[in-house]
T-cell receptor, first 116, second 110 residues
Framework: DGGITQSPKYLFRKEGQNVTLSCEQNLNHDAMYWYRQDPGQGLRLIYY???????QKGDIAEGYSVSREKKESFPLTVTSAQKNPTAFYLCASSKDFLAGVYNEQFFGPGTRLTVL | DAKTTQPPSMDCAEGRAANLPCNHS???????VYWYRQIHSQGPQYIIHGLKNNETNEMASLIITEDRKSSTLILPHATLRDTAVYYCIVRVSSNYQLIWGAGTKLIIKP
């Protein structure tokens, strides 16, 4: 089955530790995205990547880092510099960048990160 | 800075049409109207999008007013599985991304 996988579903970390969230897609999509969602709110864009080896900051990139070494993978690292890391993190992809803008983004199931 | 206004919650009876309103009075001429929905603790799912004309697909219909200042998403025969938060999104920011508001929580009742 084609789709986007995020693992794990739930993640717990101690304050001050960096943590990396996984996102893999087998849809052969060029563009990938990371969003953060806080309770009762909409999604906010953290980073996006239009193509392999390229990525751009979104609206709330501070305290996060990403890499795009492979087309299928777009891992997100939540660093200790992120002041409020506890949130629901969603990864998405689209066929290409403009497809994501003017048509459809496909979302993974999300990772709920709790920092203790 | 979301450019849309939606009611925070709505109820609808199972089998009836669910009509979800959205106001976007400051929409620009080249901005599309998108609808996504999110079932609890899952990733959002694309429903439909449009620019000026009304649109229909297998999931829903999108009715956009002539002045484009508001729109309505119609789920023709709502089922219990349609219970979700529905997001109306019209803003494409300077980096061509979607800006999400808080959405409408739609509850389908048996």
């Amino acid at each position: 089955d084609g789709g986007i996988t995020q693992s794990p579903k739930y993640l717990f970390r101690k304050e001050g530790q960096n943590v990396t969230l996984s996102c893999e897609q087998n849809l052969n999509h060029d563009a990938m995205y990371w969003y953060r969602q806080d309770p009762g709110q909409g999604l906010r864009l953290i980073y996006y990547s239009q193509i392999v080896n390229d990525f751009q900051k979104g609206d709330i990139a501070e305290g996060y880092s990403v890499s795009r070494e492979k087309k299928e993978s777009f891992p997100l690292t939540v660093t200790s510099a992120q002041k409020n890391p506890t949130a629901f993190y969603l990864c998405a992809s689209s066929k290409d960048f403009l497809a994501g803008v003017y048509n459809e983004q496909f979302f993974g199931p999300g990772t709920r990160l709790t920092v203790l | 800075d979301a450019k849309t206004t939606q009611p925070p919650s709505m109820d609808c009876a199972e089998g009836r049409a669910a009509n979800l309103p959205c106001n976007h009075s400051t929409i620009s001429g080249n901005e599309y109207v998108y609808w996504y929905r999110q079932i609890h603790s899952q990733g959002p799912q694309y429903i439909i999008h449009g620019l000026k004309n009304n649109e229909t697909n297998e999931m829903a219909s999108l009715i956009i007013t002539e002045d484009r200042k508001s729109s309505t998403l119609i789920l023709p025969h709502a089922t219990l599985r349609d219970t979700a938060v529905y997001y109306c999104i019209v803003r494409v920011s300077s980096n061509y991304q979607l800006i999400w508001g808080a959405g409408t929580k739609l509850i389908i009742k048996p």
